[in-house]
């Protein structure tokens, strides 16, 4: 991909596009959609989200319409920037038909992120690289429906080495990576237990150090950064270790503004 500036706004917070109303498209590099899964999710239940100091945690649960649904009304999906079509699923018959469902119109999107990663769903997400001849199964067969397209796969830290997860993307031919996904909390609030994704500020060190231990190993693999960018040094760093692209997922909540702030530094940087 050849994105200026190099910034991404992450599968999630973003949305479906809505903060191309506050953020001048121009310092976007490409936005990823919220993850789309075969079939319609209704997510959990609420509360899905709490906003700490260092940290977001997050139990959405991949809400979405399902992939006939976004179909059917694709044209509401198209974006004045780059788009990434975010996909997942809960079994490897489901990453493999929405693979098929979406071939028809994979020339709209920049890309295809496949999610490997969600920690808030009980089957599919994060799970799914758990059997590795499943998920080699996948990551070969979607290749092979998708020839033509960008194909990045977004990992977790968790269920391998990340770097080991990442030469097995690499060695089915997949194009990018994206470092990494939120891992799995927990936090005790009035006595209450709730688990869910962490990401934000906290996630920093853990993606940099996924990305550091990636790159030594893949070379030319195409890397998104994700965890914790929320200034131009975040933004530095990420790309100094090895990253291609930077992706702003939990800084949307705190301050847009960090979007064109952080776009206006790296436009014209190539990665
Ligand atoms: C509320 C929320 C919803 C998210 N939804 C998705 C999703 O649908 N698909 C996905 O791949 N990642 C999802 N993520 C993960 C983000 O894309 C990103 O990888 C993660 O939050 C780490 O980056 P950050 O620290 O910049 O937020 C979500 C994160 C949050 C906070």
């Not at 976007?28 to 959609?33: E, K, S």
């Not at 790309?239 to 997922?249: F, H, V, Y």
């Amino acid at each position: 991909m050849n994105l200026n500036p190099p910034l991404i706004i992450a599968s999630g917070p973003g949305g479906n596009g809505e903060y191309l109303k506050l953020i001048n498209p121009e310092y976007i590099g490409a936005y990823t959609l919220k993850t789309v899964t075969l079939n319609p999710k209704k997510g959990n239940l609420p509360p899905r989200m709490r906003d700490k100091e260092h940290f977001v945690i997050n139990s959405i649960g991949l809400e979405n319409p399902g992939i006939n649904h976004f179909i059917e009304n694709i044209e509401k999906y198209k974006l004045n920037v780059k788009t990434i079509l975010s996909l997942g699923g809960d079994t490897k018959e489901e990453y493999i038909k929405i693979a098929e469902i979406i071939d028809p119109y994979a020339q709209y999107f920049e890309a295809i992120e496949f999610n490997f990663s969600c920690p808030n769903v009980k089957k599919g997400g994060l799970s799914i690289i758990s059997d590795k001849d499943e998920w080699e199964e996948i990551l070969k067969k979607v290749r092979k429906i998708l020839p033509n397209t960008f194909l990045i796969a977004k990992l977790s830290i968790e269920g391998n080495f990340v770097e080991t997860s990442s030469q097995i993307v690499a060695k089915h031919n997949w194009e990018g990576i994206t470092l990494i996904n939120c891992v799995r909390g927990l936090i005790i609030e009035n006595g209450k237990v709730i688990t869910g994704g962490i990401s934000g500020p906290i996630l920093k060190p853990i993606s940099l150090r996924a990305i550091y231990e990636t790159r030594k190993k893949l070379k030319d693999i195409y890397i998104i950064a994700s965890g914790g960018i929320y200034t131009e040094k975040d933004a530095d760093e990420f790309l100094e270790i090895g990253a291609n692209a930077i992706s702003i997922g939990s800084a949307l909540f705190k301050d847009p503004n960090v979007v064109e702030k952080i776009g206006k530094y790296l436009k014209g940087v190539k990665k």
